[in-house]
C-alpha cells in the first residue's frame, strides 16, 4: 500500500552554524527553485528561528528541534510548545534519535511530547528508527513499533493529521551510510501496515513517512521512488543550499 500524501522534506540544522553561515544559507534556499508538488520544513537552530522567519521565502514552512513536553514553567533551558505557536512556527521534530539517545528521552516521553505539541497547534515529525545493534539482531521493526506505540497511545486517530513520521536509522544519520532504496522501503511499508492495524487503513494511508539517514543530492532519486517513502528528513546535505533543492525536487521521482 503506497502513501498518498503530499512529498515532505525536512531540513534538521541540528546544532549547527551563526549569524553568517545562516544568512548565506537562507539566501541560498531563496534563490533555488523549486519545480516539484512538495511541503518543505526548515528546522534552525532556536536561536536563530526568528533570523530565519522574516527572510525565508514563505515557500519553506518553520519548525523547532524540540520542544518541552508540558506547559511552560520551572524548567530551565526548555521551549514550550505554546511559545512555537506563539513566535509562529508551525512545526517541530519531536524524538530525533540524538535527543533519545543523548537527552534520555524515552519512547513514553516521546509520546507525551507529540501529544502536547499537537494540543497546541503544532505539527510534528516524529523521529524513530533502530541502532546498528538491533538491526542486525532483526529488532529493527520491533523497535520501530514499539517507538510508535508509545505515540499511538497518546494520539487520537485524529491528530495523526498533524504527524509526519520520520524512519530514521540511526546507523545512517550522519554516518553517510545511507539504508538501500530497498532496506527503506521494506521498513517503511512495515511502519505504514503497523499504523493500519494500530490506527486504521485510513491514517495508514495517509500519514507520511519520511526517511532520513544520509540522504544527499546523489541518493536522493532512487529512494524517492520507492512507493512507501513519502519525503525526507535531512541534516547534513540541509547546511548545503543547492544540494537540500535538488533532494526536494526529487519529489517528482515519487510517482505513488
Ligand atoms: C538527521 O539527523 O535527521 C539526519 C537524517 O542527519 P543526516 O542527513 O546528516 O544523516
Redesign the pocket.
Known sequence: MAGTGKFVVGG?W?CNGNTASITQLVKDLNKGEIDADVDVIVAPPMLYLPKVQSPIDRQFKLSAQNCWVSEGGAFTGEVSAEMLADANVPWVILG?SERRALCGESDEFVGKKVAYAIKNGLSVMACIGETLQERESGATQDVCRRQLQAIVNELSAGDWEKVVIAY?PVW???TGKVATPEQAQETHAGIRAFMASAVSQDVASKVRIQY????NAGNCEELAKQEDIDGF?????SLIGDAFITICNSAKYNTY
Open positions: 534538521n541540528k530525533h530514521e545512517a544519520i550522519g532520513g539517514g544520509s540522504v528528513l535531512v541534516g547534513g546535505a
